[in-house]
């Protein structure tokens, strides 16, 4: 989504990462109130952790 642009740049400038997917999925799981379960744990946590705290909790896959 066009949309998204503006949250996803946002989230990887607080963050200081540059995966552009990891960044979506967090706008879009803080958009929908949805968990994320992943494998790339230490990433996804570093963008919820700088802009979505509040709204989307990161659970590791397998546990």
């Given at each position: ?27 879009v799981a803080a958009r929908f ?12 946590t570093a963008l919820t952790s ?5 709204t989307v909790s990161v659970k590791?896959?397998?546990?």
């Open positions: 989504m066009t949309d998204d642009i503006k949250p996803v740049g946002a989230a990887l400038a607080a963050s200081r990462t540059s995966d552009v997917v990891d960044a979506h999925l967090v706008v109130g949805l968990d994320i379960i992943t494998g790339d744990f230490g990433d996804i700088s802009a979505f705290r509040d590791r896959w397998g546990d």
